[in-house]
């Protein structure tokens, strides 16, 4: 058990940019698939974007453009690049890191704030 390490987050007002980070000491991360979720106010978590271990990835339409999600397996360390940020990407963020084998081995950072308002 690894309890996923997230930085990155703050206020920025509409258009502008963050980036997030997760570090994971962990030694199954460049074995696994990474992911961001995000959980705005009052509303149920949403996958945001996901990485293979062969860097393939997929974005939710409502961020395609504006996000990248990126993994440096040198440094177990995932990011999550936002740009042309809109309030409504306003919530908690969630890194995941789950091993692509051994599927049970599925761990999440514990949160990082971001509000986009002016």
């Known amino acids: 058990q690894v309890q996923l390490v997230e930085s990155g987050g703050g206020l920025v007002q509409p258009g502008g940019s963050l980036r997030l980070s997760c570090a994971a000491s962990?030694?199954?991360?460049?074995?696994?698939?990474l992911a961001w979720y995000r959980q705005a106010p009052g509303k149920q978590r949403e996958l945001v974007a996901t990485?293979?271990?062969?860097?393939?990835?997929n974005y939710a339409d409502s961020v395609k453009g504006r996000f990248t999600i990126s993994r440096d397996n040198a440094k177990n360390t995932e990011y999550l690049q936002m740009n042309s940020l809109k309030p409504e990407d306003t919530g908690v963020y969630y890194c995941?890191?789950?091993?692509?084998?051994?599927?049970?081995?599925?761990?999440w950072g514990q949160g990082t704030q971001v509000t986009v308002s002016s």
């Open positions: 995941n890191c789950r091993h692509e084998l051994i599927t049970s081995w599925d761990y």
């Open positions: 962990s030694s199954i991360f460049r074995f696994s698939a």
């Open positions: 990485i293979t271990t062969n860097n393939k990835t």
